[in-house]
């Protein structure tokens, strides 16, 4: 690989990443398995290892995962979910793991640990528990603090919902310390999720994909009473500093489950490999008939003194590594394929199965992705095929049993005609899909785009499906605007719904109408316009007029936009039936600019656009708001246009090259804050106790 075709891949793969980051821990909506996110993230790896100068501080290998809620984005699998908890620095950052997935990746781990010890040394094995991370903070026996686990040292303060999650003591007994931290897992065992999801299909509310999604959603409710009602449940495996002062990790565990904390039964010390091997071994089958989820297993080195002498890297402990399951398969018949049209018209086809219980809950479809998929699966009607879940609610069908295949298979024929409107299908080149053309006249696609429209994501207005399929049936509606203009009345004419129901949604609608200008610009449904692309647009045009009226050259200023994304926003604007709509969605007084900041500071940066990059004394984010703040326009990506580069510790290597040679200033934090008026720029955090701040890592 040349280094052009490296860095062109390294830049794709952290779009990749960041963007999938983003869903899995902001949005609780993944859209790719855990595994297929550890494949590219260790391709990542690999290419920043042969390429060391591509490597920037910012890539998604040098960071964890963030799960901050950002104020305002509010784009959210959850409609009653708060995204203003306050943010507490954690006192010591919280880390993931290096994964593994075979038992040589395992041995290379002992060995490695063996080689760097003096001392002989055993291991604590532990289920890995798939839910979402938690820090408790206990004072003189009492709960005082619960963080998410943030970005990794920055965590959302979600004490008052923890303490309505029932196995999580108020009140520690015995001989516990005046104060620590004690880290673990919130999870939503199997039962309390499809009773959850049974209930929001009721409610015409989207499932959710998984109980790890649906346990970081419910831990993040606006209101800590319903937090309790979603049947949540603790489990704590790490307390941070305090269990050096026991010998072994497994005797800190032992004392914390004495002061009355819930920590897990199931784990075991390990002398060596062969017992880590018949730990797996008895996990890997015996975890199907645990209560909730778990994907792997944490092997840790037990003693104290051992972990400290390994310490860190900058993402993980090199005292322990996870050993990652494969994704559970189950094996059953394909019944028949529903070949299904989308809002863009791209057609799926979609298996329907012998409902088969897969990871805990029953599966009845599974997706087979596009004719190409379904030509090199092989498939037939009447297969036995294999089903794994990914990180969609959807789980799609790996491979097909040939062995079980019988005579009466039949070899499914992938449409021709869009089976809902009967246009014939068209295939672009570069696309996998099938799609009809009948962007205006196909049914299908003009209900999925209301519906997308509606969707908690978007406008977040209180209809499903059903609701759609009537007003669209009726001749209610056509397009997104057509809600705005229904009556109680036309409301109270669709079957089963009162005068209640009719005023609910009108107060959905009306809602709607507070929706920042970024969800709205996500609603629209411009093609591949997803809600990080529609967030950086809005940003950066702030309203709709300017985004209507920039050339594609304008749109690729925006960071993560590139060719395929800046034609399709400009196509769109081009459109006179799409410009109507908009002007129809603005006089029923939908958001079309992004809302004034906070208020001005000053209008020192006035007219600058100022490109950032590296870290600085404050977060990205908060720099971003102090250069809008004083009137500058922050940007992604270095042109023509950029003022200049503010640079802070170790800023991208390609950015400095581009401003080196468009000859654009680089600014260090200090020489930028000197072209500041003096004024407090970011709210003082709140300070912990001196003593406190004075612990280190570990
Ligand atoms: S120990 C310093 N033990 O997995 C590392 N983590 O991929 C402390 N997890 O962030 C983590 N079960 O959210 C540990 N038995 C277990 C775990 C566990 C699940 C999660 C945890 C962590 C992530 C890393």
């Known amino acids: 690989m040349t280094h052009a075709q490296a860095e062109a891949r390294i830049l794709e793969l952290r779009e990749i990443l960041r963007e999938n980051n983003r869903r899995y821990y902001v949005d609780n909506a993944p859209t790719m398995s855990d595994r297929e996110f550890d494949m590219l993230m260790h391709e990542l790896e690999a290419l920043e290892t042969e390429f060391p100068d591509l490597l920037t501080p910012d890539s998604p290998t040098q960071r964890v995962g963030s799960d901050l809620e ?39 781990f002992a060995r490695r640990a063996d080689k760097a010890l003096e001392t002989g040394f055993t291991y604590c094995c532990e289920l890995k528990f798939d839910g979402t991370a938690i820090c408790l903070t206990y004072r003189n026996g009492r709960l005082f603090r ?73 831990l993040k409710l606006i209101d800590p009473e319903e937090v309790g009602h979603r049947g949540l449940w603790c489990t704590l495996y790490h307390i941070p500093a305090e269990s050096l002062r026991f010998e072994t990790h497994d005797a800190a565990l032992r004392a914390a489950q004495g002061w009355g904390l819930p920590v897990s039964d199931e784990r075991r010390v390990c002398r ?45 402990p090199r005292w322990a590594v996870a050993y990652k399951f494969k994704a559970e398969q189950a094996l059953t018949r394909l019944v028949s394929i529903d070949y299904q049209v989308g809002r863009t018209g791209a057609v799926t086809p979609v298996a329907n199965l012998d409902p088969v219980q897969l990871s805990g809950t029953v599966v009845k479809r599974a997706t087979l ?42 070899a ?33 696609q003009i209900k999925g785009r209301i519906l997308h429209f509606v969707s908690r994501r978007a406008m977040n207005v209180l209809a499903g499906q059903a609701t759609i399929d009537q007003l669209y049936a ?12 229904l009556s109680k009345y036309q409301l109270m004419s669709l079957e089963g719904w009162q005068e209640r129901a009719a005023e609910r949604f009108l107060g959905s609608l009306d809602a709607s109408r507070q ?70 969605l603005r006089a029923h007084g939908l958001q079309m600019c992004v809302e004034q900041e906070a208020s001005a500071l000053s209008e020192a940066l006035k007219g600058q656009t100022i490109v950032i990059s590296g870290n600085y004394s404050i977060s990205r984010d908060a720099m971003k708001e102090l250069i809008v703040r004083h009137g500058g326009k922050p940007s992604g990506s270095v042109s023509a246009r950029t003022s200049f580069l503010l640079a802070g510790s170790k800023p991208g290597p390609e950015k400095l090259k581009k401003c080196e040679q468009l000859g654009i200033p680089v600014l260090s934090e200090e020489a930028f804050r000197a072209l500041l008026p003096d004024v407090p720029d970011v709210p003082e955090p709140e300070t912990e106790p001196e003593e406190e701040q004075q612990l280190t890592l570990f």
């Open 369 to 410: 992705n596009n004719a190409d998929q379904m030509g090199i699966l092989d498939v037939r009607i009447g297969d036995f095929v294999y089903v794994e879940k990914g990180g969609e609610i959807i789980p799609k069908i790996t491979s097909v049993e040939l062995a079980a295949r019988t005579a009466d298979t039949v």
């Open 146 to 218: 619960a963080l998410t686990r943030g970005d990794g040292t920055v965590g959302d303060d979600v004490t008052e919902n923890v303490r309505h999650i029932a196995n999580i003591p108020q009140q520690l007994h015995g001989d516990y310390p005046a104060e620590f931290e004690i880290r673990g897992e919130i999870l939503m065992p199997y039962q309390a999720f499809d009773a959850l999801n049974r209930e929001r299909e009721e409610n015409e509310e989207s499932p959710f994909a998984n109980p790890r999604n649906a346990a970081s959603g419910s």
């Open 70 to 108: 950002t104020g305002g984005a509010g784009v959210n699998a959850e409609a009653a979910i708060r995204n203003d908890f306050v943010q507490r620095p954690h006192r010591y950052p919280m880390l993931s793991l290096g994964n593994t997935y075979s038992i040589e990746e395992v041995e290379a």
């Open 515 to 584: 929706v920042p200008f970024e969800r709205v610009l996500f609603a629209l449904g411009i093609r591949y316009v997803g809600e990080s692309t529609a967030k950086e647009i809005a940003r950066h045009f702030r309203d709709v007029d300017a985004i209507a009226a920039a050339t594609q050259e304008q749109l690729l200023e925006v960071a993560d936009v590139g060719e395929v994304i800046a034609r399709s926003v400009y196509d769109y604007f081009r459109v006179p039936a799409h410009l109507d709509e908009v002007a129809r």
């Open 412 to 444: 499914p024929e992938f449409p021709s005609v869009c089976p809902d409107c009967g246009t014939p299908l068209v295939r672009e080149e570069d696309e996998a899909k099938w799609f009809c053309p009948n962007r205006d006249g196909c049914p299908t």
């Open 474 to 485: 009726l001749g209610f509606v056509r397009t997104p605007a057509d809600l705005y203009d």
């Open 272 to 316: 060596d490999i062969d017992e880590i091997r018949a730990y797996i071994d008895y996990w890997d089958v015996q975890r199907k008939y645990l209560p909730f989820a778990t994907d792997g297993i944490v092997i840790k080195i037990n003693e104290s003194a051992c972990q400290t002498a390994l310490g860190y890297t900058a993402k993980s």
